[in-house]
């Protein structure tokens, strides 16, 4: 299996179509059109649909374009991986924060990443913990900086610390001049949160389950700063780590609750451990002893 003809494959998949493949190749389409014919004559099974208006995998298709996804991003790294030994550079890494983790970790990443390797080229991606996993799992990712529990199955996590978390509410709102306060008092409260499968859901309904209620979720959204706009905007009370909120406490925007006793997660990474390089490394270095607190 030639890596030329798998990564036309796997461009065709993802583009949608021949030309729209050969474009972004700098290929003409004939070329495009027979890597792809000789793969489905070596594997002996029709890969893609031709349609008229482009193309798309059949089932086999789809699971060779995840598999040539993984081989091509694993040769790329390999490639990374020798430039560094060769002293050309420190290669290159491609690191998923959930955008919740992002405020905690990033900075002080990048700074100490810096100082110990200059020359590392570093790609930051943001997502759901869903869409990361997936991207370590393809290799598309080489790890990615979540908050716990994680739904991770067969890739290496390293809890790196625990976060405790806050409760903001609008600067207007009836408790906004306490600085502390017992969870349950919030039993009536409505909340701003996230759908099921994310973690930041999960941890308001364990912490609001300790203290013997269920919250009343009454809008849900997708990220973190929709998240803070909405409890801005007094459609809510919201449930974060108190330094994703920094700036809009200091502003005056939003008021932010520490909870007795407090409410902690934990954070980590996300990595695969038959998907390791070199540059991989460096970054795992950097990322342990971080104080995300």
Same mark, same amino acid.
């Given at each position: 299996?030639?890596?030329?003809?798998?990564?036309?494959?796997?461009?065709?998949?993802?583009?949608?179509?021949?030309?729209?493949?050969?474009?972004?190749?700098?290929?003409?389409?004939?070329?495009?059109?027979?890597?792809?014919?000789?793969?489905?004559?070596?594997?002996?099974?029709?890969?893609?649909?031709?349609?008229?208006?482009?193309?798309?995998?059949?089932?086999?298709?789809?699971?060779?374009?995840?598999?040539?996804?993984?081989?091509?991003?694993?040769?790329?790294?390999?490639?990374?991986?020798?430039?560094?030994?060769?002293?050309?550079?420190?290669?290159?890494?491609?690191?998923g924060f959930l955008?919740? %983790? /992002?405020?905690?970790?990033? !900075?002080? &990443? =990048?700074?100490? *990443?810096?100082?110990?390797? @200059?020359?590392?080229?570093?790609?930051?991606?943001?997502?759901?913990?869903?869409?990361?996993?997936?991207?370590?799992?393809?290799?598309?990712?080489?790890?990615?900086?979540?908050?716990?529990?994680?739904?991770?199955?067969?890739?290496?996590?390293?809890?790196?610390?625990?976060?405790?978390?806050?409760?903001?509410?609008?600067?207007?709102?009836?408790?906004?001049?306490?600085?502390?306060?017992?969870?349950?008092?919030l039993a009536n409260?409505?909340?701003?949160?996230?759908?099921?499968?994310n973690p930041g859901?999960?941890?308001?309904?364990?912490?609001?389950?300790?203290?013997?209620?269920?919250?009343?979720?009454?809008?849900?959204?997708?990220?973190?700063?929709?998240?803070?706009?909405?409890?801005?905007?007094?459609?809510?009370?919201?449930?974060?780590?108190?330094?994703? %909120? /920094?700036?809009?406490?200091? !502003?005056? &925007? =939003?008021?932010? *609750?520490?909870?007795?006793? @407090?409410?902690?997660?934990?954070?980590?990474?996300?990595?695969?451990?038959?998907?390791?390089?070199?540059?991989?490394?460096?970054?795992?270095?950097?990322?342990?002893?971080?104080?995300?607190?």
């Amino acid at each position: 299996m030639e890596l030329r003809d798998l990564n036309a494959f796997v461009t065709v998949v993802d583009t949608g179509g021949f030309s729209r493949a050969a474009d972004r190749l700098h290929l003409v389409q004939s070329a495009v059109s027979m890597a792809v014919k000789r793969l489905e004559r070596e594997v002996d099974l029709v890969l893609l649909e031709r349609r008229p208006r482009g193309a798309r995998p059949t089932r086999a298709g789809a699971a060779l374009a995840d598999h040539g996804r993984i081989i091509l991003n694993s040769v790329e790294r390999a490639r990374q991986d020798m430039k560094a030994f060769r002293g050309l550079s420190k290669g290159a890494v491609s690191i998923g924060f959930l955008p919740t %983790a /992002t405020p905690l970790l990033l !900075a002080s &990443l =990048l700074r100490r *990443l810096r100082e110990l390797h @200059p020359g590392l080229e570093v790609h930051v991606e943001e997502s759901n913990t869903r869409e990361l996993v997936d991207g370590v799992r393809l290799g598309e990712l080489d790890l990615a900086v979540l908050l716990l529990p994680a739904a991770t199955e067969d890739l290496t996590v390293v809890e790196m610390g625990q976060v405790e978390l806050a409760v903001a509410v609008p600067p207007d709102h009836r408790l906004a001049n306490r600085r502390k306060l017992r969870l349950s008092t919030l039993a009536n409260e409505p909340w701003i949160s996230f759908p099921d499968p994310n973690p930041g859901r999960r941890w308001l309904e364990d912490a609001c389950s300790t203290a013997g209620f269920r919250p009343r979720v009454v809008t849900e959204v997708e990220t973190l700063a929709q998240l803070k706009i909405f409890v801005e905007a007094g459609a809510g009370i919201g449930m974060l780590p108190p330094r994703a %909120a /920094t700036a809009e406490s200091r !502003a005056g &925007l =939003l008021h932010l *609750l520490a909870m007795t006793p @407090p409410t902690q997660v934990g954070i980590g990474y996300a990595y695969d451990p038959r998907q390791l390089s070199h540059a991989v490394m460096a970054l795992r270095d950097a990322l342990e002893g971080q104080a995300p607190l």
